[in-house]
T-cell receptor, first 116, second 114 residues
Framework: GAGVSQSPSNKVTEKGKDVELRCDPI?????LYWYRQSLGQGLEFLIY????????KSGLPSDRFSAERTGGSVSTLTIQRTQQEDSAVYLC??????????????FGPGTRLTVT | QKEVEQNSGPLSVPEGAIASLNCTYS??????FFWYRQYSGKSPELIMF????GDKEDGRFTAQLNKASQYVSLLIRDSQPSDSATYLC??????????????FGRGTQLTVWP
């Protein structure tokens, strides 16, 4: 079946602009995660949605970052007033509902964000 | 602060050899452990997961977990050039609001030369 999809695949923006990154999880996956990966670094957790529960926002690096998930499916990560240090690959992952291999996360292809 | 440590490598092995990748973690309460493979420019791909102490085998891959030592490893037997990638160790902490989130190591870069 279809995997996790993300758009755009690449985004170049000027410092100070706002950007929106989109993630469409695997059908039937109730959990959705955002991570980012800077060059040569591991994956840094940003935010986690599980069903209708309040999201875990503990990984968001500043109040310029926000995310929402509409209808329990598609999610949008918004970065306001982008800075050069925001340049990274932003990865979205999804997993099944709790109780059945819910810890196994499947990643999308990522959005490469470059802030000039 | 939950930490996951891996040797960054690079680890270089000849084709047909066994590649051994190691990972340690700081949170003793961690419950599940994952190995992801990431080819250059691509997203991580789940290749192994393990929840219980001991060994788990899947084809050429064996994951080993020792919770007392807070240590998890991945063995790749009969290594192939196509195994050349960065291998990410990830740990899940089954507690409260962190349920589901993964803590990743920085990855070990593996090169298998013909």
């Amino acid at each position: 079946g279809a995997g996790v999809s993300q758009s755009p695949s690449n985004k170049v923006t000027e410092k100070g602009k706002d950007v929106e990154l989109r993630c469409d999880p695997i059908s039937g996956h109730t959990a959705l995660y955002w991570y980012r990966q800077s060059l040569g670094q591991g994956l840094e957790f940003l935010i986690y949605f599980q069903g209708n529960s309040a999201p875990d926002k503990s990984g968001l690096p500043s109040d310029r970052f926000s995310a929402e998930r509409t209808g329990g499916s598609v999610s949008t990560l918004t970065i306001q007033r982008t800075q050069q240090e925001d340049s990274a690959v932003y990865l979205c992952a999804s997993s099944l509902p709790p109780g059945y291999r819910s810890y196994e996360q499947y990643f999308g292809p990522g959005t490469r964000l470059t802030v000039t | 602060q939950k930490e996951v440590e891996q040797n960054s490598g690079p680890l270089s092995v000849p084709e047909g050899a066994i590649a051994s990748l190691n990972c340690t973690y700081s949170d003793r309460g961690s419950q599940s452990f994952f190995w992801y493979r990431q080819y250059s420019g691509k997203s991580p791909e789940l290749i192994m997961f393990i929840y219980s102490n001991g060994d788990k085998e899947d084809g050429r891959f064996t994951a080993q977990l020792n919770k007392a030592s807070q240590y998890v490893s991945l063995l790749i037997r009969d290594s192939q050039p196509s195994d050349s990638a960065t291998y990410l160790c990830a740990v899940n902490s089954d507690r409260g609001s962190t349920l589901g989130r993964l803590y990743f190591g920085r990855g070990t870069q593996l090169t298998v030369w013909p």
